[in-house]
């Protein structure tokens, strides 16, 4: 497990689902056969100007989409074999990446993880609505690579959900966010009860309604345990608000579980 910041940017996150949620993208002017293509969330129609109600942060299809940027024909003359990593990062309001953490990356992952890491630095997503306004999101994704008949395959989703990555289904999880709708104000080191310097994780079990409320939180693990992340992340979540998770472009409620993570 490793945080790696990509942009000196501010942002509210200072320490701040592998498959539930495909984000499969489209490519101009076709899509690579070895790449999927985005879900894009279905919204009513909106008079000219006004934004929608929802809308997670998402890959988006553009020169600049993180998709359309990472270099597979390279990863394979690396030698890199199919692998797994996932990540999280801060998303602003104009789509511009603050931080990004990486981990849980598969045994011989190594190569994908570094090639992430440098597409993102530049990348621009599709940014977050919440009732009607853009806000600053924490987007959770897992990006999967393969070699099938010497040819790389290439997918990012926007989940960490085992059972939605297996299925490859098109579900896009829950994302908390800053706002005035939203009590989050991001992840909080505790420095009050760490005495050396440790990364750790968390995952909490979560229920999220289609609306974006935090109706049920508990925690399922730490790692290491006993030092103050149980509590951390607890205390971070327990007033956050979400833009809903997104299932075949519709909001949707939800039972997730996601890892937190966390370093000095």
Request: glycine share 8%; net charge neutral.
């Amino acid at each position: 497990m490793r945080r790696i910041v990509l942009s000196s940017a501010a942002f509210f996150l200072s320490c701040a689902n592998l498959f539930a949620t495909e984000v499969q993208v489209g490519l101009s002017p076709s899509p690579k056969p070895e790449q999927a293509q985005s879900p894009k969330p279905q919204q009513k129609a909106t008079p000219a100007g006004e934004l929608p109600r929802y809308r997670p942060a998402l890959l988006g299809t553009g020169p600049n989409s993180v998709i359309n940027r990472i270099d597979t024909q390279d990863l394979i003359k690396k030698g890199q074999k199919d692998g797994s990593v996932m990540f999280c990062c801060s998303v602003t309001r104009t789509g511009e990446i603050a931080n990004t953490w990486t981990y849980r990356g598969t045994p011989g992952s190594e190569l994908l993880e570094q090639e992430l890491v440098k597409r993102l630095d530049q990348a621009v997503f599709v940014p977050a609505i919440y009732n009607h306004q853009l806000v600053h999101v924490l987007f959770y994704g897992t990006v999967t690579f393969s070699v099938v008949n010497g040819k790389p395959r290439l997918r990012i989703f926007a989940n960490q959900e085992a059972v939605e990555l297996k299925k490859e289904s098109d579900f896009v999880g829950p994302q908390p966010f800053v706002g005035r709708d939203s009590k989050f104000e991001g992840l909080h080191y505790p420095d009050d009860v760490v005495g050396a310097p440790v990364s750790g994780l968390v995952e909490l079990a979560m229920k999220v309604d289609a609306d974006g409320n935090l109706k049920e939180l508990r925690v399922v693990s730490e790692e290491p345990p006993l030092v103050g992340f149980r509590r951390a992340a607890a205390e971070d979540f327990r007033v956050a608000s979400f833009i809903p998770a997104f299932r075949d472009g519709k909001p949707v409620e939800c039972s997730i579980t996601l890892p937190v993570y966390y370093e000095p």
